[in-house]
């Protein structure tokens, strides 16, 4: 398992019974998590003393309790700032533990001795583009929720990024891709958080199963001469991190050479020491990068 175990402002305090426990800074949010199934005693005295509370509904949905909360706040992972706030379907605009991908990610770009392009597709809040920027690359940064781009453009902007060689697009990532290959446009490294199901700005359906193996392909075809890393992303229940690698293997590495590996994305427990699960990626790089993340 990848651990994102580098931060100051995000602290997961406990889990359990279905719930976490989580610091954002000085804010504490209790918030449903489907892989913490196991029961725990609860001792935290922060499980009684939160500031918002994410409750499911019975009839599908939820809502938050907040009174203490404000509507955002800030905070920090390294030289990056980012803007927090209670979503709907219990999201606050950030998933912490992508933190282990964006030092990876970093680490690449400030070591490849030259100019990076980085496409980053279906790219919410922009964690990756600003991590990339931040890094030294030029970054591409696509979403089809125009919200979406301008909280990623306010979190750039929040991180001294405003400036930034960042192009920020509003599309469907599969025809703005398509588009960037009929007009011989090439990335160095392209990043991908590809939702379980969606629908463009056009009313463009996608479901991860049918779609990701052909959306991987065109992607492969945007890649330039000298590729530095592809990194998949999936929070779909049931997809292991293997069939990332998988598609990797077949559709870049085949072409490129290079390592490929993949893992289980996790967040250190405080009050166990334990790790929760959250989510999986496949990495493939042109350096080989030994076997870790294999299973």
């Not at 049931?238 to 559709?251: I, K, N, Q």
């Not at 072409?255 to 999986?280: K, Q, S, Y």
Request: charged share 25%; net charge positive.
């Amino acid at each position: 398992m990848w651990i994102a175990d580098r931060w100051e402002d995000y602290e997961l305090l406990d889990c359990g019974c279905g719930q976490r426990l989580e610091r954002w800074d000085r804010q504490v949010l209790v918030r449903p998590d489907p892989q913490a199934i196991w029961e725990t005693p609860r001792r935290h005295p922060a499980w009684r003393k939160a500031d918002g509370r994410y409750l499911r509904s019975s009839t599908g949905g939820g809502h938050w309790e907040k009174e203490a909360l404000p509507e955002s706040w800030k905070i920090r992972y390294g030289a990056l700032t980012f803007q927090v706030k209670p979503m709907n379907f219990k999201h606050t605009g950030l998933f912490p533990e992508q933190a282990v991908n964006w030092d990876f990610m970093a680490e690449k770009i400030r070591g490849a001795g030259r100019p990076i392009r980085v496409l980053n597709l279906f790219a919410y809040t922009g964690g990756a583009t600003l991590a990339c920027a931040k890094a030294g690359a030029s970054v591409c940064h696509v979403d089809a929720a125009k919200g979406m781009v301008t909280w990623a453009r306010e979190n750039a902007r929040l991180s001294g990024l405003a400036e930034a060689p960042v192009r920020w697009i509003v599309d469907d990532c599969a025809k703005f891709v398509e588009r960037e290959i009929r007009r011989g446009k090439t990335y160095d490294a392209i990043v991908m958080d590809p939702p379980s199901y969606g629908r463009g700005p056009g009313g463009e359906v996608w479901k991860l199963e049918e779609d990701l193996y052909p959306f991987v392909e065109l992607c492969a075809g945007a890649l330039s001469d000298e590729p530095l890393f592809v990194l998949i992303n999936s929070y779909t229940t049931g997809l292991a991190p293997s069939v990332l690698g998988y598609l990797l293997e077949l559709l870049v590495k085949k072409r490129h050479g290079g390592e490929c590996t993949w893992d289980e994305l996790g967040l250190p427990v405080r009050e166990t020491g334990l790790a929760l699960p959250c989510g999986a990626t496949g990495r493939w790089s042109c350096e080989r990068a030994g076997r870790r993340g294999r299973r």
